[in-house]
């Protein structure tokens, strides 16, 4: 991964999310209330607006989430505090198209149904609110979550599957439909020790609170943990879940995780941003136990394979990765700054990779997926 260019000038504050569309745009949130809207061409910001807070018009409410229409890339949905804003970003973006405030408590995350007909809320009250995006009313309201709903992602080829993830260190996937849950993980459950060590590691010391989750283009789910692990799930059946394979290389927790096609990404609170080789194909034959330190299944021949793939750039804390006990990396950058947001995108024949850190401006990298030549 290496550092292509950095975009500047457009925010004041933090900012706190991305998101790209097919449109070459970039779209960014920040803390006080501000979205820009980016030309990746050219790095230049397109429209710079404050979307009004549920409260008043000119909340300092944080922007705390972003999404494009995937069928109407034009289409940006916003959250600030509780409400969502949906604007065309053909006009001048001076008021939104719709408004929906169905959310009780701040929202955390945004996520599109693939067909773009579903739009999931999940919200600081554990909440998650499904918006029929055609009717532009609420569809379902999904209630398990004990604590803070983190994260939500909808299930590529499922139809009606969504997945969750919460502070209260538990996983569901729903049929949204029904809201219902198909089957649930308690990470406290996990057994995070390495026998090897008698030192207290951030695996044992930090709570497995769960921060971000993501399903592969072919159905993987992975989970990244604030005790800076990360798991891949295996569904042996509809309602039984459990670890097909852990990842170990951060060494503060994970605040997200995220595909590029089947290529997983991660970063973290150390200022880390990790790309993994991810297994392909069925998962059962490869699950072995919810134990993270017997799950890495083939561990000789993924661990030849990362460090053939490895290279020497500056940047790039291959020995620090492979010393904190991980035989999956492919590369690791050292961002340097505690990440927020991270959203990879493929131009042309090119994958880049958007990061917001601590920081006002957005860091453009380019990355090697498996499909590149």
């Known amino acids: 991964m290496e550092l292509r260019t950095k975009y500047t ?9 991305v998101c790209a ?8 949130g920040s803390e006080n209330n501000q979205v820009c809207l980016w030309d990746c061409a050219e790095g230049k910001v397109i429209h710079r607006i404050r979307p009004a807070g549920s409260s008043q018009q000119n909340s300092e409410d944080d922007v705390t989430s972003l999404c494009f229409s995937l069928t109407q890339p ?3 949905y916003c959250a600030v505090d509780t409400a969502i804003y949906l604007y065309d970003t053909r006009c001048d973006m001076a008021s939104p198209m719709a408004k929906f405030e169905y ?6 995350q945004l996520a599109l149904h693939p067909k773009d007909t579903y739009l999931a809320a999940c919200d600081d009250s554990g909440h998650i609110r499904i918006i029929d995006t055609n009717q532009r009313k609420l569809y379902k309201t999904l209630r398990r979550h004990t604590n803070i709903c983190s994260s939500v992602s909808f299930h590529p080829k499922l139809p009606w599957h969504l997945a969750s993830g919460g502070l209260d260190c538990s996983i569901y996937t729903w049929d949204f439909s029904r809201g219902r849950v198909f089957a649930s993980l308690s990470t406290q459950d996990l057994n995070f020790e390495d026998e090897s060590s ?11 609170l769960v921060h971000s989750v993501s399903y592969s283009n072919d159905g993987n789910l992975a989970c990244g943990l604030e005790n800076s692990t990360i798991h891949l799930l295996d569904f042996k059946k509809r ?5 097909k394979r852990t990842f170990k290389g951060h060494t503060q927790g994970v605040s997200q995780v995220i595909f590029l096609g089947n290529d997983l990404l991660s970063a973290g609170n150390d200022g880390k941003i990790i790309l993994w080789n991810t297994p392909s194909g069925s998962s059962t034959d490869e699950r072995k136990s919810n134990n993270p330190n017997v799950s890495d299944v083939n561990k000789d021949e993924a661990s030849s394979s990362a460090s053939s793939e490895s290279t020497g750039d500056s940047n790039e804390s291959t020995g620090e990765a492979e010393a904190a006990g991980s035989s999956y990396i492919r590369h690791v950058l050292d961002h ?9 995108f493929q131009s042309d024949d090119k994958s880049l990779l958007y990061v917001a850190d601590q920081t006002d401006v957005v860091s ?4 090697m997926s498996s499909g590149s030549t």
């Open 239 to 243: 309602n039984d879940i459990g670890v």
């Open 74 to 76: 034009h289409n940006l």
């Open 9 to 17: 000038g457009g925010h004041t504050d933090t900012i706190l999310c």
């Open 103 to 108: 959310n009780k408590e701040e929202i955390n």
């Open 21 to 28: 569309n097919s449109f070459k745009q970039l779209a960014t």
């Open 364 to 367: 453009v990298y380019s990355i």
């Open 198 to 208: 008698s030192v207290p590691s951030s695996y044992t010391v930090n709570p497995p």
């Open 336 to 344: 340097g700054d505690k990440v927020n947001w991270i959203c990879p």
